[in-house]
């Protein structure tokens, strides 16, 4: 007994049922409830929950820790107020760090400047000398200085690229901002390719924040190969702390020759002694189209704000569907970013295609983000098995939504935004995320929108499109044992039970039982990963 640890003292919620305790040893569970208290007075350790809540450990469906661990080594200019504070803050930093060639950082919030367009001017008086990218916190918008500008060689006589929009002053020139992966790699493309230290150092952050968020598993939703060495690096070094499925973009133009490239891939990181356990390569990445406030999201219909537009999808024609099932047939899973109701219909169609098409077995497609679903298509998301991954932190009506989203959809179809209770009694699985670094990484921030739908100022008072709102273990199972599903792993992960894994957080509070406004004032007082305390 001496490896056997016990939690007691508080309620285990199992995911399916309480409990009064729960034991585990060697990494696994053993005992839950009387059986498991039992083992006490033999343990190695016991621990006191003080009266709060044992639960399966969150897991994250959609997210960036690279980004996000690498947007902290550049200058800090999320949450500030306008344009002017964002120069300061990133003039300052550039001149704490003389030696940066670029200077590189996110996430702005795209809501502080008229229709999220960024003048390259105002940059230009805090650095004039450099080139300066900066990511809107979507990460599919950059500001840049003219200097960045200038290295990439965009004029006012340089086209619109293929999947981008250069944004332009009255006199044609470009202004500052670069919209989706066409334009904004003009001047990506230059950028210096961070050192491999840099790399490992950002997962090794990334995954301190999950852990103490009480997060052991996430989905990082965009993976390319040098992307896939930094884990292997981190892995080798013992600096991934968590467990993470890597989801590679396929691209729409490279696409073929990925489908031999993206299999050495994942041969690679399964051979990897040091990833056992923690790293797999399962997952294809889409892009079906943009997002709603850079008017890149597709639609069905015309934006409200601008008639001649339905936005910019990334695949043309029918070569989603087609790309889709030829990675489907190479048995990894597929993961579709899709915002507008035309996007989440080309994703639907090409998940349709594929099962239609493509030899049985157990999928777990992914349509991600889910944000605008024309009513005729929910009933699709059950048909298909696809997995509808929110991030809920998104579902209330903040300066992004208020300023940007909703005057480009009109009254009607904002109503229709984040359909979470809607898919859920269609009997669709949802799996929940945060896309960190886009808003925060914290489940119990998300937790709380989720259930209540209203900001963390409390409005509005009943809720915003409040139908659409879920229970607070409905919630806390989309982000358990619906990431444990899209992750393929529901046997092991997302519910205790003995014999799966000991990934568990300790809150000081059941959610279920506080009031739905303090759910993210609970305190997370413990993660362990396969037993091992990690936080």
Not at 239 to 265: I, K, N, V
Not at 460 to 467: D, F, H, L, T
């Amino acid at each position: 007994m001496r490896d056997v640890t016990v939690w007691t003292g508080g309620t285990v919620w199992t995911g399916e049922g309480g409990a009064g305790a729960l034991a585990a040893a060697h990494g696994r569970i053993v005992a839950v409830g009387a059986e498991a208290e039992a083992l006490t007075g033999a343990a190695a350790e016991v621990v006191d929950l003080d009266g709060g809540l044992l639960m399966p450990a969150f897991g994250d469906g959609h997210a960036h820790p690279l980004f996000g661990g690498l947007e902290a080594q550049g200058p800090p200019v999320r949450d500030l107020a306008d344009p002017e504070a964002v120069a300061a803050a990133v003039g300052r930093w550039a001149a704490e760090n003389p030696g940066a060639e670029w200077i590189v950082g996110g996430s702005y919030d795209p809501a502080i400047a008229p229709r999220g367009e960024f003048d390259a001017r105002v940059l230009d008086a805090a650095v004039p000398d450099r080139p300066v990218v900066l990511h809107a916190y979507d990460y599919h918008t950059v500001w840049v200085n003219s200097e960045a500008l200038r290295r990439a060689g965009v004029t006012a006589g340089t086209p619109d690229p293929d999947g981008g929009t250069i944004v332009r002053r009255a006199d044609g020139t470009p202004m500052g901002t670069l919209r989706e992966w066409g334009a904004v790699d003009l001047v990506l493309d230059l950028v210096p390719e961070e050192a491999a230290g840099d790399r490992v150092r950002a997962l090794a952050d990334a995954g301190r924040r999950y852990l103490r968020s009480g997060i052991t598993w996430y989905q990082d939703a965009w993976a390319d190969p040098p992307t896939v060495a930094a884990y292997l690096e981190a892995a080798r070094r013992g600096s991934l702390l968590t467990r993470a499925d890597l989801a590679l973009r396929a691209d729409p133009g490279e696409w073929r020759d990925q489908l031999s490239a993206f299999p050495e891939l994942r041969e690679e990181v399964g051979a990897e002694p040091a990833a056992a356990g923690l790293l797999t390569v399962r997952t294809v990445k889409f892009f079906a189209d943009g997002v709603i406030e850079g008017g890149t999201a597709a639609l069905l219909e015309p934006y409200t704000d601008c008639p001649h537009s339905r936005g910019m999808p990334v695949w043309p024609g029918a070569a989603l569907a087609e790309a889709v099932a030829a990675f489907d047939r190479l048995g990894f899973e597929v993961h579709i970013h899709a915002i507008g109701d035309a996007g989440v219909h080309s994703a639907l169609d090409a998940l349709e295609r594929t099962a239609r098409t493509n030899p049985p077995r157990p999928r777990r497609p992914v349509i991600a983000h889910t944000q605008l679903v024309d009513p005729a298509d929910l009933e699709r998301f059950a048909r298909v098995g696809a997995v509808a991954n929110f991030e809920p932190y998104w579902a209330q009506l903040d300066p992004l939504q208020v300023d940007l989203t909703i005057p480009r959809l009109g009254e009607g179809r904002a109503a229709l935004q984040y359909p979470m209770a809607t898919l859920l009694r269609g009997g669709t699985r949802l799996s929940f995320g945060s896309d960190w670094p886009v808003s925060t990484e914290r489940p119990l921030d998300g937790i709380q929108v989720a259930v209540t739908r209203r900001t963390f100022d409390g409005a509005p008072a009943e809720g915003w499109i409040p139908e659409e709102r879920l229970t607070a273990e409905q919630a806390l199972t989309a982000y358990t044992a619906g990431s444990a599903y899209q992750a393929g792993a529901e046997h092991r992960r997302g519910t205790l039970r003995p014999g799966a894994d000991a990934d568990l957080v300790w809150l000081d509070r059941d959610p279920r039982a506080v009031d739905p406004m303090e759910i993210a004032s609970i305190a997370e007082r413990g993660t362990w990963l396969a037993g091992r305390r990690a936080a």
